[in-house]
């Protein structure tokens, strides 16, 4: 059974800091890229950044300089630092693996940056 969990969420002030982990389990991970999309309310999913297998990143322009992806095989976990929080980066945030035609998602964990 393929699970993606996503924790670290949470409530953070402008110009803070959080970082998300994804812990995955019932796939190759290392075979696996791995993005962090987000969801604000009535707005599209979004890509935030993802990292590929021989870990390469891409990033939303967003936030380029702000935020890194980052991965760990060894522990089937990819993260997603996130400094110099606005308040325009509330959102649910979604862990995703993709592999060829196969493509999983987490549950979401919710980042709010207010004061």
């Known amino acids: 059974q393929v699970q993606l969990v996503e924790s670290g969420g949470g409530l953070a002030q402008p110009g803070g800091s959080l970082r998300l982990s994804c812990a995955a389990s019932?796939?190759?991970?290392?075979?696996?890229?791995m993005g962090w999309y987000r969801q604000a309310p009535g707005k599209r999913r979004e890509l935030v950044a993802e990292i590929a297998s021989d870990g390469s990143t891409n990033y939303a322009d967003s936030v380029k300089g702000r935020f890194t992806i980052s991965r760990d095989n060894a522990k089937n976990t990819v993260y997603l630092q996130m400094n110099s929080l606005k308040p325009e980066d509330t959102a649910v945030y979604y862990c995703?693996?993709?592999?060829?035609?196969?493509?999983?998602w987490g549950q979401g964990t919710q980042v709010t940056v207010s004061s």
């Open positions: 995703n693996g993709k592999f060829s035609f196969l493509d999983h």
């Open positions: 019932g796939i190759p991970f290392r075979l696996y890229a």
